[in-house]
């Protein structure tokens, strides 16, 4: 059975990610690649007893700066209650994704960094607790904070 996340870097500097079915093929959540790069991961699973695609995450991988989740966001015919369960699954998935890429190709530092709107930092630090805050001085863009994860 092949890995569900497999990083390369065919030429200098262009790093590739491929997520098939992430955690495994039988989970009711399963996470892929959208493009070829593999920055946009896409999550499926059952919502309204359908198997549909319900969420998306895009990440963005530069150097030795850690991978920094971006943009995040649910389709709307996905369940409010499953949402929560949905972006856990995503959240893991890029967790699993800095390790790898650290591992492997030695890019990035191991660490997922989270770029959120300045409202939502308090609300996704009570769901993922294992992200702290970012000090304000480090904060590039206006009107955004960050969390960080440390393996």
């Not at 990083?7 to 955690?23: A, L, M, N, Q």
């Not at 990440?59 to 971006?70: F, Q, S, W």
């Not at 030695?106 to 992200?131: A, D, H, M, Y």
Request: proline residues 8%.
């Amino acid at each position: 059975m092949s890995e569900p996340i497999q990083v390369s870097e065919p030429r200098k500097g262009e790093t590739h990610i491929r997520v098939k079915d992430w955690p495994d093929a039988r989970a009711p959540w399963r996470v892929r690649t959208t493009n070829r790069r593999g920055r946009e991961l896409e999550i499926e699973g059952y919502s309204n007893f359908k198997q549909l695609l319900v969420g998306h995450l895009v990440l963005h991988v530069g150097g030795r700066k850690p991978v920094m989740i971006t943009e995040y966001g649910f389709e709307s015919h996905l369940l409010t209650a499953d949402r929560p369960e949905v972006l856990a699954q995503l959240v893991l998935c890029a967790r699993a994704i800095a390790t790898r890429l650290y591992d492997d190709l030695g890019v990035g530092n191991g660490c997922l960094l989270w770029q959120l709107e300045s409202k939502r930092v308090t609300e996704i630090s009570k769901r993922f607790p294992r992200f702290e805050p970012v000090p304000r001085r480090k904060r590039p863009r206006p009107g955004k904070r960050y969390l960080l994860w440390r393996p």
